[in-house]
């Protein structure tokens, strides 16, 4: 074994490793890799770099780390692992690049390589194989666990563990992911409306709806809250039964293999139906639909479809001001800040649609919030597995909200949700953080 030390990183001599087979064909890893001109502009933008200030934790040391493995001078060690995982995958750095550098397909393609060759640690593996590989794999085995959880939560025994301490001492990254998880909805969104849901006038448009996975079992109401928006807007909804989770969650953690499992069901079981687009309110999810032509680029029976499938998808907000959407005549008197999701504004670029909306309810206060686009800190699993981190990023997001004065923060993805609303718990603080829909199927119905 031959090595020496970069960057406080092993380097080693070994056969290349190509990265290209885990991106589709417009992707080419390598140019990618080569476009970075290290000049260092996406470094004041990235949050991990902010809490170590070491160039290997920030976009241009992790690209020459990547670029290192690609071209073989480097093994994946232990310290890569490391670097990327502690990674968002927030990408406000492809944001900050002038050279075009897809950073966020870089590491994706990096966890990939991890994945196949089982380097992730003991506890991320098993959470990842669990959740990713098997519950999320499927909407019956993710709705049995939805179950069990609910149960868990309301039946008592929740709080007994909690309050005896006995969750703590026993299990104490289960007490952590309790502390975040999501309150499961007593009936699923699925569950409580037909495939197809018809506005009470005219049919002006028909769209697909993706519930989601979490979305699906843990914010059915904000689900409830985009049917009703999409119905007053003149839109027919088809909620395809059978749909899967999109499978955004299994790429993002290395695993794309199961990820394009999902893609193929998911648009075999959308084309059934006759739609002009395809409505996301989860910024993870839409992010990851819109990139299906691109994973399935080289699959030759999916390319076509799976480039169709992905220029329907649109976020709730893009496809509302498309449509040009009715404005609410009612008033909401409250001071509102919004989050720009990391998978909303860095990996769509929708910042303005959302202000557009807001700015349209009449009788709100929209106060920008400091660095709005700032990752909160959820990222997926990332606020169990690296809870420390994730924790740090959420003090830094809950302080600049608190400077806003706002008693309402928008934030349109379940992570975010998830992660601000038990910022406002932990801090004290006064408020409520919810989706755009809410706010604007609030204001409709006043
Ligand atoms: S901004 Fe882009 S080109 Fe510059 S160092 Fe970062 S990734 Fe490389
Ligand atoms: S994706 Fe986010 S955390 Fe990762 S390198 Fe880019 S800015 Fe930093």
């Known amino acids: ?121 003991w506890l991320e593996g098993i959470l990842k194989m669990f959740f990713f590989g098997y519950v999320f794999a499927s909407k019956r085995r993710l709705r049995l666990l939805s179950k069990f959880l609910r149960f868990y939560q309301q039946s008592g025994l929740e709080n007994i563990l909690t309050m005896t301490g006995a969750m703590r001492l026993f299990a104490p990254k289960l007490a952590k992911l309790q502390r975040l998880s999501p309150r499961i909805d007593k009936t699923f969104f699925d569950e409580s409306l037909p495939e197809i849901i018809r506005p009470a006038g005219e049919i002006k448009h028909r769209v697909a709806f993706l519930s989601g996975c979490i979305m699906n079992v843990a914010f059915s109401e904000v689900n409830r809250d985009t049917v009703e928006v999409l119905l007053r807007n003149g839109c027919e909804i088809v909620v395809p039964r059978t749909q899967e989770c999109c499978g955004s969650l299994q790429a993002h953690n290395g695993d794309i293999e199961s990820a394009r499992t999902l893609a193929r069901k998911n648009i075999d079981i959308f084309s059934m139906f006759h739609f002009e687009a ?48 009715e404005k609410p005549s009612h008033s909401l008197n409250a001071r509102v800040a919004y989050h720009d999701a990391c998978h909303l504004a860095h990996a769509q670029h929708i910042t303005a649609e959302p202000r557009a909306i807001l ?84 204001a409709y119905k006043q």
């Open 359 to 442: 700015k349209a309810i009449p009788g709100i206060d929209l106060v920008e919030l400091p660095e709005a686009a700032w990752c909160c800190g959820s990222a997926g699993i990332y606020n169990v597995v690296r809870h420390d981190d994730s924790m740090k990023l959420l003090e830094r997001k809950m302080h600049n909200i608190g400077t806003t004065g706002a008693e309402i923060i928008v934030a349109n993805n379940p992570g975010c949700l998830s992660q601000m609303n038990y910022g406002l718990n932990i801090y004290k603080m006064h408020g409520e953080v919810i989706h755009i829909a809410t706010l604007l199927n609030r």
């Open 278 to 325: 395809v409505v996301m309110n989860s910024a993870g999810c839409g992010a990851f639909m819109k990139e299906y032509g691109k994973y399935l680029a080289e699959d030759d029976r999916y390319s076509e479809k799976s480039r169709a499938f992905s220029a329907k998808v649109k976020d709730l907000t893009e496809f509302l001001v498309s449509i040009n959407f």
């Open 1 to 121: 074994m031959h090595g020496h030390e970069r960057d406080g990183l092993e380097i080693l001599h070994r056969a290349p490793v190509d990265m290209n087979g885990f991106l589709g064909a417009d992707i080419p890893s390598s140019d990618f890799i080569t476009n970075c001109m290290h000049c260092g502009l996406c470094l004041p933008t990235c949050p991990t770099f902010s809490l170590t200030g070491l160039e290997k934790s920030s976009p241009r040391g992790r690209i020459r780390l990547m670029k290192a493995v690609t071209e073989g001078t480097m093994a994946i060690t232990e310290g890569f692992v490391e670097e990327m995982n502690f990674c968002l995958d927030c990408q406000a750095c492809e944001t900050a690049c002038p050279a075009g550098v897809k950073y966020g397909a870089l590491v994706e393609a990096s966890r990939a390589q991890i994945y196949e060759q089982g380097r992730a640690s």
